[in-house]
């Protein structure tokens, strides 16, 4: 792990690793290309295929084309700011991922651990995760996380896709954490 520990702060900082920013940008462009290239592209209607519907094609191409787009404005924000990606301390958590946040232990209740595809989230289980979502201050994280709730069972996750860490040395010292503030 490429990490900072800061002894007066008692905190660890993971930054960003921009090796893997530059990849995820690199996806997210094609997938973007690939949004616009459905919506330019002329589609037959006598084929029954929904691959051939332009309802379905052109609806792809465009929340395609929008989600990747925000993704890749995301990650070059990443790519340009020089804050660290996670903070850990005796505190809690400060994310500065995708949703940017600060969650104190005493607020979690357990992590757990999901799959989807190729990418692996640590979910953080929240002890009022309703209030939590409700002190949000903006629209669209109130949004994202009451998604994130209904889908998981909890509005925070947090993926080392974008770290210069691997998944599962930051499971396990979120895990070590979060044990050590029960005390």
């Not at 520990?5 to 900082?13: D, G, H, K, R, T």
Request: hydrophobic fraction near 45%; glycine fraction near 6%; charge should be positive.
């Amino acid at each position: 792990m490429n990490t900072a520990f800061n002894p007066a702060l008692q905190q660890i900082q993971i930054p960003f690793s921009k090796n893997k920013l530059v990849l995820l940008l690199i996806v997210s462009i094609i997938f973007v290309v690939i949004g616009v290239f459905m919506l330019i592209t002329p589609h037959k209607t006598g084929d029954n295929s929904i691959y051939n519907n332009p309802v379905f094609v052109i609806s792809f191409g465009t929340i395609g084309s929008i989600l990747f787009i925000a993704t890749a404005a995301l990650f070059i924000t990443h790519l340009l700011d020089s804050k660290p990606g996670l903070i850990i301390n005796d505190e809690g958590i400060n994310l500065n991922l995708y949703i940017k946040d600060y969650i104190k232990w005493a607020e979690i209740q357990q992590l757990g651990i999901t799959q989807i595809g190729a990418a692996k989230l640590i979910l953080v289980y929240l002890k009022q995760p309703e209030a939590f979502i409700a002190k949000q201050n903006s629209f669209f994280k109130k949004r994202i996380m009451s998604l994130n709730y209904k889908l998981s069972g909890t509005p925070v996750s947090i993926t080392s896709n974008s770290l210069k860490c691997g998944f599962d040395e930051l499971y396990t010292l979120l895990n070590q954490k979060l044990n050590n503030s029960c005390v």
